[in-house]
């Protein structure tokens, strides 16, 4: 990976096999952006070396983390007014429960393992059930909010259970 040169010059990953990097440290493998202001960060794509190298933390990340089974166990038990093992039980959950999980359970559980977490939780059919079926949402204590769930987003909810099911049923 490209290190810069000074500590304007820095590097910062905008996705996963692209690195962007200020115009002064350009080399002729690497591309400007549709912006033509000379300030304008550039594109450099990832050697396959830096993705297998990138690759491999992740797989080392994920090794040392808990099963997503005894996270969920958990965080349920910890939890039993926010989150529900019955996904028919399950209610739509605040905006930015995330910041209230991680400061709520301190260094107990890896950030990511409650990213896992989260994201299983909020895509299981029940939970896409109750937000399209607009039920209100709840922080960590079981208490509901005054955040709205829109028809924007009932109707993605539904979009996603049709795709869901759709799956399941050409799995047999």
């Known amino acids: 990976m490209h290190e810069p040169e000074d500590a304007n010059n820095s590097a910062s990953p905008e996705s996963n096999n692209v690195e ?17 202001s000379p300030d304008a960060p ?20 994920m090794a040392r983390m808990r099963p997503a089974e ?5 965080l349920i038990e910890r939890f039993p007014l926010a989150f529900f093992k019955d996904s028919r039980a399950r209610q739509p959950l605040a905006v930015g429960i ?3 999980l991680a400061e709520a359970v301190g260094n107990e559980f890896h950030k990511l393992e409650l990213q896992r977490f989260l994201n299983n939780y909020a ?3 029940g939970y896409l059930h109750s937000l399209a079926d ?19 987003m009932a109707s993605e909810a539904r979009k996603q259970i049709d795709e869901i099911q759709t799956k399941r049923a050409a799995r047999g």
């Not at 080399?27 to 549709?34: F, H, L, N, V």
């Open 98 to 100: 995330h910041v209230q």
């Open 20 to 36: 962007v990097t200020t115009p002064s440290t350009t080399s002729p493998e690497r591309t400007k952006t549709d912006d033509a």
């Open 70 to 74: 005894e996270v969920s166990e958990a």
């Open 123 to 125: 895509h299981s059919l």
């Open 134 to 152: 607009k039920k209100p949402r709840v922080n960590l204590q079981g208490e509901a909010t005054d955040e709205v769930i829109t028809g924007e």
């Open 42 to 61: 550039v594109k450099r794509e990832k050697t396959a070396a830096q993705r297998a190298a990138a690759a491999r933390k992740r797989a080392r990340r």
